[in-house]
């Protein structure tokens, strides 16, 4: 069982409010975002830029290249 590593990117969201920033200056569109805590976890899509632009973040880096916000 060789799986791959989650990967962890502190990002900054961008102006569009679509994509976001990570420190060494990498862009990436956000693909997801999940909300609640522990059983009552869900991912959902993201499609609207309801997060503010310039917040600092934590998110997974999927298969796809694109960004799951995990915080």
């Known amino acids: ?3 791959e590593p989650n990967i ?7 102006k569009d409010g679509l994509s976001a920033q990570d420190v060494r200056g990498n862009v990436y569109k956000i693909e ?3 909300l609640g805590a522990g ?3 869900h ?3 993201y499609d609207k830029h309801f997060i503010k632009e ?4 934590r998110a ?4 796809n290249g694109k960004l799951n916000i995990t915080q």
């Open 54 to 57: 310039g917040t600092e973040l």
């Open 8 to 14: 962890i990117l502190d990002i900054t969201i961008l």
């Open 43 to 45: 991912t959902i899509k």
């Open 60 to 63: 997974q880096l999927l298969k």
């Open 39 to 41: 059983s009552h976890r």
């Open 32 to 34: 997801s975002i999940s």
């Open 1 to 3: 069982m060789n799986e």
